[in-house]
């Protein structure tokens, strides 16, 4: 099983600050991609990223793969309340099941 | 389009009881994933149906299964409930079925909230 870890588990941030998670493995994926869950509703796909090094960009979201393609990071500029939500990394293993990381709790105050 | 629905949302069962979760897909998407979605454990993955048969299956006890018909529209039943089994669990439909590359999106639904007594 390729195991993703996340971190930190918890972030709390001012409205208007930057923030960066953090998704980590000792396995190489061939891809990853990044959920945002809101309360009482499920994951909902931010982005896929293929290419070890790749830079992709949504709105105030940055998303990046390791050269390694064995971690990502998503950073978030001058964050609002509206990006609040449980942030979860998800890569697929040799066995074709998706592996969710624990998942970073991000509350942006207003 | 539809999106993905659940039914039910909230469910409340007892130690010992039997439940049934269904699942509607997106029109179009044969593929269902469930997933159980706890605190301690995160999403983990149950199971993946396409075209009516299981294509995949996570570690988790026989007490689990599902089943998916011609419509798509998918089900999974848990045995014997236990108080760990209290869980959100959520529905996925893509395209086509996963594979070792993340070629096809995932949309999941609201979830099922199950809680044991």
């Known amino acids: 099983t390729q195991l993703l870890e996340q971190s930190p588990q918890f972030l709390s941030i001012q409205e208007g600050e930057n923030l960066t998670v953090y998704c980590n493995s000792s396995s190489v994926f061939s891809s990853l991609q990044w959920y945002r869950q809101e309360p009482g509703e499920g994951p909902v796909l931010l982005v896929t990223?293929?290419?070890?090094?790749e830079v992709k960009k949504l709105k105030r979201l940055t998303f990046q793969f390791g050269d390694a393609r064995k971690d990502s990071s998503l950073h978030i500029t001058a964050a609002q309340p509206g990006d609040t939500g449980l942030y979860l990394c998800a890569g697929p293993g040799n066995d074709y099941k998706l592996s969710f990381g624990a998942g970073t709790t991000v509350t942006v105050r207003a | 389009k539809a999106g993905v629905t659940q039914t039910p949302r909230y469910l409340i069962k007892t130690r010992g009881q039997q439940v049934t979760l269904s699942c509607s897909p997106i029109s179009g998407h044969r593929s269902v994933s469930w997933y159980q979605q706890t605190p301690g454990q995160g999403l983990q993955f149950l199971f993946e149906?396409?075209?009516?048969?299981?294509?995949n299956k996570g570690n988790f006890p026989g007490r689990f299964s599902g089943r998916q018909f011609s419509n798509s529209r998918s089900e999974m039943n848990v045995s014997t409930l236990e108080l760990g089994d209290s869980a959100l669990y959520l529905c996925?439909?893509?395209?086509?079925?996963?594979?070792?590359?993340?070629?096809?999106?995932?949309?999941f639904g609201p979830g099922t909230r199950l809680l044991v007594l």
């Open positions: 990223v293929v290419t070890g090094g």
């Open positions: 149906y396409f075209s009516e048969t299981q294509r």
């Open positions: 996925a439909s893509s395209l086509l079925a996963g594979g070792p590359t993340l070629q096809e999106t995932q949309y």
